[in-house]
């Protein structure tokens, strides 16, 4: 029975917990982007589009090159395996996990209308008046309901009070995306879109919570509590309760791994029993700022020594890598990070910077160039452009064969 692993152990078992170091197949169908998504249990969304939109990079990352259609026909299509919730955040999860945050959508719900001064109570007849409409005309963008407060005067996000309203029955699972268009969001009541045995599936809380955190124990296959508790972004005293029923029944074993401490004193960790061990893993590829191996940025330092910040809210002048930098995966290290953006005008995808990470040994410019290559051709562009800003950004040039773009000041 294992109780301790090393730190470079318990990174190769995250990493292949994640689908990193599998055999990749000729062609990726629907059947092995089911099989990653299920491994990973959601796709986090996010807007930003400067090089891809996130929810398709965790798939590249694990599979390689697959055609984007398919996932979306998985994600927006009328028959989608997939719906949306606030799953770790705005998430693609299986359609099937939904009644699990039940609870959460109940509470949500108590919560806003518990509190007098709540937008939820001084807009009841707004969220009336937006239930009655999706009745009468099914699902619908919130830019096609006419209404007087359809314009973006909202004060979060900008959001207008109609967008507002519909992202309250969101959260409180009156309202269910069916689908996105241009990725708007479309919203229909959940009898509109749910299958039957789904909207009438009850699981109740403590039987949810366990079920949510032996995913991400599956997903995550080492972490401790708080690494467990974020995957689905669970409370923690909810998630120790939960693990300690998955440790009575033997589906988790508490361990511990070398230098994952804080305070001088080890931190209890937990390895899922169906967990690999690989003594190897091979692996190159970008991961995007919201993919599960980087998204919680404690957790990145503690396993990979990788101090992450995304600077897409930091202005331009005050920006150390980039805009968008993404890790590169090389092995069960992450040796430098790369900031990307898709010239779709110019038909190149353009390296705006390129850094190694300090102290990491090199010697692994032409796995970059190539994963770099094969990005391209992925977004169906033509080459790869390469700015000359970076510690890497010359090696980077030079295996790639261009010349180096001096940056404009």
Do not use: C
């Not at 890598?321 to 038909?347: E, H, M, N």
């Amino acid at each position: 029975m294992v109780d301790k692993l090393s730190a470079a152990a318990a990174r190769r078992v995250a990493l292949a917990a994640q689908g990193f170091g599998r055999p990749r197949t000729a062609t990726v169908g629907t059947r092995q982007l089911a099989l990653a998504v299920e491994r990973l249990a959601l796709l986090q969304i996010d807007s930003v589009n400067v090089f891809e939109r996130s929810h398709y990079l965790p798939l590249f990352a694990r599979l390689g090159g697959y055609d984007k259609s398919l996932l979306d026909a998985m994600t927006f299509g009328r028959r989608a395996r997939y719906t949306e919730y606030w799953a770790h955040v705005a998430a693609f999860i299986p359609t099937g996990t939904w009644p699990l945050w039940r609870w959460y959508m109940a509470e949500r719900r108590a919560k806003s209308l518990g509190n007098p001064d709540s937008w939820a109570v001084a807009n009841a007849s707004m969220l009336d008046w937006l239930r009655a409409e999706l009745a009468a005309k099914g699902p619908l963008r919130s830019s096609e309901i006419e209404h007087d407060a359809g314009r973006r005067t909202g004060s979060w996000w900008g959001w207008s009070d109609v967008k507002l309203g519909l992202e309250y029955l969101f959260m409180w699972g009156e309202v269910v995306p069916a689908g996105r268009r241009n990725f708007e969001r479309v919203y229909g009541l959940a009898e509109q879109v749910l299958p039957r045995e789904i909207l009438n599936a009850e699981v109740a809380k403590t039987d949810a919570v366990r079920e949510l955190v032996r995913r991400s124990s599956l997903a995550h296959g080492i972490g401790t509590v708080g690494d467990l508790a974020d995957y689905h972004r669970l409370k923690v005293e909810a998630t120790k309760s939960a693990l300690r029923d998955l440790v009575d029944g033997g589906e988790v074993l508490p361990v511990t791994v070398d230098g994952w401490e804080r305070g001088g004193r080890p931190l209890p960790a937990f390895l899922h029993r169906d967990a690999a061990m690989p003594r190897r893993l091979a692996a190159t590829a970008l991961l995007s700022p919201f993919d599960p191996v980087v998204w919680e940025r404690e957790r990145a330092l503690r396993m990979f020594d990788f101090h992450y910040r995304i600077e897409i809210y930091t202005p331009a002048a005050q920006r150390r890598f980039g805009y968008y930098t993404l890790p590169v995966l090389v092995d069960d290290t992450i040796p430098a990070r790369i900031d990307l953006k898709s010239d779709r005008q110019r038909g190149v995808l353009r390296v705006q910077s390129a850094w190694r990470e300090e102290g990491a040994p090199g010697g692994d410019e032409a796995r970059i160039a190539q994963l770099l290559r094969e990005t391209a051709e992925w977004q169906g562009l033509g080459g790869v452009e390469v700015v000359a800003r970076g510690t890497l950004a010359p090696a980077l040039a030079a295996e790639l064969g261009v010349t180096p773009v001096v940056p404009a000041s």
